[in-house]
């Protein structure tokens, strides 16, 4: 501590920061891809219907959707139905019905099946095409925490281990900066290393509660992962302790049932089952209309009576919960909830915790302002990772000889902040030029993905460094800029018919393109006007001569003997 708690704080933020830098930039930039996912996914099944400008009914939507379950001959011996009714909700833009089937000797959970149906008549449409088969914006969102190609148990320790190293990054950067508001309101432009710490400080500053928020909620995502022994040492070891662990967390979830009682058939029980429209008319007094996104049906099990669980598109809670209400279908009585662990203010704070995470009670503007805040980490990070370069390049350059780990840095640097962005957008081409029937299209648009991140670490490898990050940063502009017209050369639900039809979240994609290839090519703009300036050798200073003396007193110095 010989240099002083902050100098010992810079030093942290700085090596914590650098080490698992490039893994953050991956968990950050793909994370916030996941805030948009299923938009995502609408973008890349290009076979889906638009959104619906006039929805039903629900009574009418649950009236078809029921018929045609109880016609439905796999259905009959299903252990459970699920409804999913048409909405302007997002992520509630199709009508279709799914079931469960019981499981097999050896299996743990039965097969699920799930229809789509054509809203007018109820049954499966005659001629839709069958969306093809993509990853989609779900793979993206996995991918920020399980990355990919990696055992998921290593994958979500590798990314735990570095949040840690981001919180501790964020926590040394705050107390490194006593000036970090001040300097919030300073940025000079065109003072080389300068100028990238005034652009850190200031996107560091501009979204730092959002980035304490996204990094500690997290951890408390895979909280007993990363500290394995917190259970056993209190509920002791074994899949038994397990078991009641988690049967006292969920008090009447699928761990405190008793798994060998088996349920009877949906085709046996509905036969007894009450009207299920005064059903959904109760729900719709609780909640109000179009407030109901799902219905799922249970038979009998053991003394458990079959019951409808109707679940609500969305609440004013910004817990991480499902709001529902059951009812007996033996009676049609309101089924009470027993007292549960959401009652717990552990519990309660940890669903508020991930529920803050996910953003998923996100209204459209809070979503965006979401997008925006993980493009600014994104951001912060990138920045941090050009300022260790560029504040030790001048060292390297006049040195004549670049060290080994700083043009690995600098390569990676290329790699990830130029590569990924391009890696992301072929990702997006290869969902349109694969062909729709290939076996494995899904696997192989993830593959797209990082066979051009590893192309572009190899490119970054060959070329000089300023001209690397200008083709790539260039590549990847292009890239996103020319997905509207790919889009429209492949696809019927291109921009202009999505704006035509008011599906203006379908277009909302088209246009964040446009938006991000325009920042790329910015981007590729300013490297260009900077490119003989990125390896130029800082210029020798003159040395100082020293201070002249007065005239009158050297000739009094000359005349002293």
Avoid at 490 to 497: F, G, I, N
Wanted: proline share 5%; hydrophobic share 45%; net charge positive.
């Amino acid at each position: 501590m010989k240099e002083g708690f902050r100098q010992c704080m810079a030093w942290l933020h700085t090596w914590t920061g650098l080490v698992v830098g490039w893994v953050l930039f991956f968990v950050f930039l793909t994370g916030t891809a996941g805030y948009v996912q299923i938009e995502l996914t609408r973008w890349m099944q290009p076979e889906r219907a638009m959104q619906a400008t006039a929805v039903p009914a629900e009574a009418d939507q649950l009236g078809k959707a029921y018929a045609y379950l109880k016609q439905q001959p796999e259905a009959q011996q299903a252990e459970r139905w699920g409804i999913n009714l048409l909405s302007n909700a997002r992520g509630w833009d199709e009508f279709s019905v799914n079931w469960s089937l019981p499981a097999q000797k050896g299996q743990r959970y039965g097969e699920y099946r799930t229809q789509i149906l054509d809203i007018i008549t109820g049954q499966p449409p005659v001629q839709q095409l069958k969306p093809r088969e993509t990853a989609g914006g779900d793979a993206l969102y996995r991918m920020h925490y399980a990355l990919h190609y990696l055992p998921y148990d290593w994958a979500i320790r590798i990314v735990g281990i570095c949040t840690m190293f981001m919180f501790v990054a964020i926590i040394s950067g705050v107390i490194t900066h006593k000036k970090i508001f001040k300097d919030f309101f300073t940025f000079r432009t065109a003072k080389g290393q300068r100028s990238w710490l005034d652009a850190h400080n200031v996107i560091s500053v501009i979204a730092l509660p959002f980035y304490l928020m996204i990094t500690y909620s997290g951890l408390i995502f895979f909280a007993n992962a990363y500290m394995p022994f917190g259970v056993p040492m209190v509920y002791g070891f074994g899949e038994k302790n397990s078991e009641r662990y988690y049967a006292e967390l969920y008090p009447g979830g699928r761990f405190g049932a008793d798994a060998s009682i088996a349920a009877q058939s949906m085709g046996q029980s509905v036969q007894h089952f009450v009207p299920i429209q005064p059903l959904l008319q109760q729900a719709q007094r609780e909640w109000g209309a179009h407030r109901i996104g799902s219905v799922n049906f249970y038979p009998a099990k053991g003394d458990a009576p079959a019951k409808a669980e109707f679940y609500q598109i969305s609440h004013d809670s910004i817990s991480r919960q499902r709001t529902s209400l059951s009812f007996d279908l033996s009676n049609g009585e309101k089924m009470t909830d027993n007292p549960s662990n959401q009652d717990k203010a552990p519990m309660q704070f940890a669903l508020a915790v991930l529920g803050l995470h996910e953003g998923s009670f996100a209204s459209p503007l809070i979503r965006v302002l979401y997008v925006m805040s993980g493009m600014l980490g994104t951001a912060m990070i990138a920045t941090g990772l050009v300022l260790w370069t560029v504040k030790r390049r001048p060292k390297q350059l006049k040195a004549e000889r670049m060290s080994l780990g700083h043009a690995l840095v600098e390569r990676l640097n290329i790699a990830m902040i130029a590569g990924l962005p391009l890696a992301i957008a072929v990702y997006f081409w290869a969902n349109r030029l694969i062909p729709a029937h290939l076996a494995d299209r899904a696997a192989w648009e993830i593959h797209s993905l990082y066979i051009t991140l590893a192309l572009s670490f190899l490119y970054a490898l060959c070329r000089p460094i300023a001209c690397a990050w200008l083709e790539i940063l260039s590549a990847a502009s292009l890239a996103y800029l020319l997905l509207p017209l790919l889009n429209a050369l492949t696809t019927e639900r291109h921009l202009v018919a999505s704006l035509a039809h008011q599906d203006y979240v379908l277009a909302s994609i088209d246009l964040g393109f446009l938006f991000l290839g325009g920042v790329l090519a910015w981007t590729a703009y300013k490297v260009w006007l900077k490119r003989e300036a990125i390896l130029k050798k800082p210029a020798a200073k003159a040395k100082r001569l020293p201070k002249q003396a007065p005239a009158a007193a050297v000739q009094a110095s000359e005349e002293l003997p």
